[in-house]
C-alpha cells in the first residue's frame, strides 16, 4: 500500500471515494437526505478545492495504484491538529488501511509540533471503537448545528 499527498489533480478521486464510502458507512446511522446533503455541501469538487485552498491537507491510500481510502486534517489551534476525515472503501475495512493512515497523519503531525490529534465521530458510527483501539479517548461529547440536521458526535483526542 502506498499513502500519498494528495493535489487538486485528485479532488475528483477524493469526491468519488466519498460517494463510494459513504452510502454504505451511513446509511444505518443518518438519513439518506442527510448523506446526500452532506456529500453535496463537504465532498462536491468545489468544496474540496476550498477546504485544500483553506489549508485542509488530504492524502490518499493506494492500493496496487488502486485509490482505497483518503484523509483530511489541518492545524486548529497550536499543537492541535484536527483529523476532519477519514474513509476507507468498505472492501478495505479491516485491513489495516485505516491504522495506517492514522500512522501516517500521527507522524507528519507530530513533525510540524502538534501534540494533540483531534477528530468527531458521530456518537452512532461503530467506527468510534476503531477511533478507541488506536489510542483516542472521547475528550467531550457535543450536538453541533448544522444547516437542517443536528450532528451528535464524540470528539476523540490522541496525544501524540
Same mark, same amino acid.
Given at each position: 500500500?502506498?499513502?500519498?499527498? +494528495?493535489?487538486?489533480q *485528485?479532488?475528483?478521486v477524493?469526491?468519488?471515494l466519498?460517494?463510494?464510502?459513504?452510502?454504505?458507512?451511513?446509511?444505518?446511522?443518518? !438519513?439518506?437526505? /442527510?448523506?446526500?446533503?452532506?456529500?453535496?455541501?463537504? @465532498?462536491s469538487?468545489?468544496?474540496?478545492?476550498? /477546504?485544500m *485552498?483553506? $489549508?485542509t491537507?488530504?492524502?490518499? &491510500?493506494?492500493?496496487e495504484?488502486?485509490?482505497? &481510502?483518503? +484523509?483530511?486534517?489541518?492545524l486548529t489551534?497550536?499543537g492541535?491538529?484536527?483529523?476532519?476525515?477519514? @474513509?476507507? =472503501?468498505? !472492501?478495505?475495512?479491516?485491513s $489495516?488501511?485505516?491504522?495506517?493512515?492514522? #500512522?501516517?497523519?500521527s *507522524?507528519?503531525?507530530?513533525? /510540524? $509540533? #502538534?501534540?494533540?490529534?483531534?477528530?468527531?465521530? %458521530?456518537?452512532?458510527?461503530? +467506527?468510534s #471503537?476503531?477511533?478507541?483501539k &488506536?489510542g483516542f479517548?472521547i475528550y467531550?461529547?457535543v *450536538?453541533?448545528?448544522?444547516?437542517?440536521?443536528v =450532528? %451528535?458526535d @464524540?470528539?476523540?483526542?490522541?496525544?501524540l
Amino acid at each position: 500500500m502506498r499513502i500519498r499527498k +494528495a493535489t487538486v489533480q *485528485d479532488i475528483p478521486v477524493i469526491s468519488e471515494l466519498a460517494e463510494k464510502i459513504w452510502w454504505p458507512s451511513y446509511r444505518n446511522i443518518i !438519513s439518506d437526505e /442527510q448523506i446526500s446533503f452532506m456529500l453535496k455541501d463537504m @465532498y462536491s469538487e468545489e468544496s474540496l478545492k476550498e /477546504q485544500m *485552498d483553506l $489549508g485542509t491537507e488530504f492524502i490518499l &491510500a493506494e492500493r496496487e495504484n488502486t485509490p482505497v &481510502a483518503f +484523509a483530511g486534517f489541518s492545524l486548529t489551534e497550536p499543537g492541535i491538529y484536527k483529523l476532519h476525515k477519514l @474513509y476507507v =472503501l468498505p !472492501s478495505e475495512q479491516g485491513s $489495516g488501511t485505516g491504522k495506517k493512515l492514522i #500512522g501516517y497523519i500521527s *507522524d507528519l503531525s507530530r513533525e /510540524q $509540533g #502538534g501534540k494533540i490529534l483531534e477528530l468527531n465521530v %458521530n456518537r452512532g458510527n461503530p +467506527a468510534s #471503537g476503531f477511533y478507541k483501539k &488506536a489510542g483516542f479517548d472521547i475528550y467531550r461529547t457535543v *450536538d453541533i448545528a448544522y444547516h437542517n440536521f443536528v =450532528l %451528535n458526535d @464524540y470528539v476523540m483526542r490522541k496525544n501524540l
